[in-house]
């Protein structure tokens, strides 16, 4: 960082530059200035961190100086030093915000000292500035990318100069600990950026696994596939597998809400993700017709226990289509909704409710990741087939069942257990569920569940103290006259009767 000092005493600069060791605190350049009208020239060409400046000086104070700073907007860290200790002097510098104010003749290694909490001060408010200055162009770009808001002419010149030209670009990064990737390939891009004359403005994520970066593109006309590539080798040897770029440059800061909608719709259609690279404008869009007369064999074969074998040739057929170039976006969609209206239809043949199979978090989340890619997608469809095949395998032991489904109730008698809950924990249609069980056990489950609770009754009756009303509670029975109208339904006694035979 550099340093300004200004006196209009030449013997005290000498003196200062030959008392201070600036190399030792780290300074590029220590510019000096003997008038108000100099150091202001030195303050407009050159960026200066910290200024050291006397109060008394021909042609303009070191106040009026440090007034005019304030007045420009420079964040410039100012101390005085003076040999008339007047009151008002100090005042002024106080209301200033001066960063010292000392007397002289002072000690060089005292200020020093001074002069490196200075410097250490301007490394503070220079790093919060830009990471302000980051934040505001974040907030900007991740508005224009998702809200498609035009921006407004004025916005343009207060942060970016007329006629700036950007990089737009789409990343996939396919699996992996998403946020440290982003965080890891942001700071390598700052890196690659700069080597190649490029600014990263900003880098922001969209939706899973994906994000957006936006570069200021260089005075000649940079390379940004070079840049892209970098950052993608980077990525396979150091973050565990391929980044892929979709970029288009030459953007405007006016038409930039118009052209993230085709930077995205490019890298969301590549479902195949087999070039690292690639241009918008060397992109053609294809539209493709669904077609799969395998469908509906494969649902059969989920149905006959042949769900190992569905997976495999669903997504051999995925790999095919993929090496053939013949698959995008609509494509797979089209397959998901084949696929699960398939599934569906099998279910309900054999009284599986889908609905309550597939409402777990783990389907949701490979269902909104399928569209990423190909290999997303052969994800979330081998785990519906294999789930699906897996519980009609499961139901073909209807005695299995019905099995669970009292282990079920012996577990839970004390909530409200009805046929409708018990259809959604087991994924079956509730009467169809009500029928197997009746044929298994004999009791239908409102019988069974009455029998359980009942027995669970007469335990706690006959061999703890616990009050009748407690025990109605506890063996699900919130209504204390129904439960005892229940209990000597079952074993002629009232609980109290019950009790006192027992004991």
Known sequence: MDILLVDDDLDIIDGILDGVDFDGLGCRCVHVATTGQQAREILESQDIAVMLTDIEMPGGSGLELLEWVRDSGRDIITMFYTSFPYFDYAKKAIELHSFGYFLKPIAYPELQEHLHKALCEAQKMRLSAKDDIWEKKQKLWHEIALTREQRPESLSVSMYPPGVKFVIAAMFFGGGSVQWKRYALRNVLYEMAADLGFTVEALFGIQAETACVVLTEPPKQGKPEELFRRADDFSRKYLGGRTNFYYLSGADLQKAHSEFPRVLACMEDDVCRGQAVCSVNDRIVRKLSYSCPK?????????????????????????????????????????????????????????ISAYDLFSDERFDALREGSLLSVEHMKEYLSYVVRTAGEYIEYTRESGSVAGRIREYIDSHYSEDITRSTLSKVFFLNSDYLGRLFK??????????????????????????????????????????????HIFREKTGLTPIEYRRGRQ
């Open 439 to 484: 044929k298994e056990t004999g009791l239908s489950v409102s019988g069974y569940l009455q029998e359980v609770r009942i027995e669970e009754a007469k335990r706690l009756l006959s061999g703890t103290s616990v009050q009748i009303n407690e025990i109605a509670a506890r063996v699900g029975y919130d209504n204390f006259s129904y439960f005892s």
């Open 295 to 351: 469908m509906s064999g494969w649902g059969d074969m989920v149905l006959a226990g042949q769900h190992a074998q569905v997976e495999a040739e669903i997504c051999s057929e995925l790999d095919r289509l993929a090496a053939l170039g013949e698959l995008n976006m609509p494509y797979i969609k089209a397959m998901r909704i084949d696929l699960m209206q398939t599934i569906h239809a099998r279910l309900q043949q054999k009284q």
